[in-house]
């Protein structure tokens, strides 16, 4: 089971940060990763890490902005989200699952979804 939190409505330029805890058999050993659904929109990929976690993908509009991070001893992922703009407003989930880094842009290499967690970003 994966819980997400942190969602909220903050200004354009401010920071944010979503936690995503793991339980049950959403072990430590799984790719951890995130990914948005805009409004009207289809789910994108956001960002992923690998369990270790050494690895990490992004993608390209939120390189420089956003930095996944996990803490296994708590089971939480987490996605620090600076310099926030009104097109990164979404629903966020966060997911558990297992595959090369690179092919974790791929919303079917996850097994598990957590429900979605609110972000909107005012300009």
């Known amino acids: 089971q994966l819980q997400a939190s942190g969602g909220g409505l903050v200004q354009a330029g401010g920071p944010l940060r979503l936690s995503c805890a793991a339980s049950?058999?959403?072990?430590?050993?799984?790719?951890m990763g995130w990914s948005r659904q805009a409004p009207g929109k289809e789910r994108e990929f956001v960002a992923a890490?690998?369990?270790?976690?050494?690895?990490?993908v992004e993608t390209d509009s939120v390189k420089g902005r956003f930095t996944i991070s996990r803490d296994n001893a708590k089971n939480t992922v987490y996605l620090q989200m600076n310099s926030l703009k009104p097109e990164d407003t979404a629903v966020y989930y966060c997911?558990?699952?297992?595959?090369?880094?690179?092919?974790?842009?791929?919303?079917?290499?996850?097994?598990?979804w957590g429900q979605g967690t609110n972000v909107t970003v005012s300009s």
């Open positions: 997911a558990a699952g297992g595959g090369a880094i690179a092919s974790m842009i791929h919303a079917y290499r996850y097994i598990y």
């Open positions: 049950g058999r959403t072990s430590s050993t799984y790719v």
């Open positions: 890490i690998s369990w270790d976690p050494s690895s990490i």
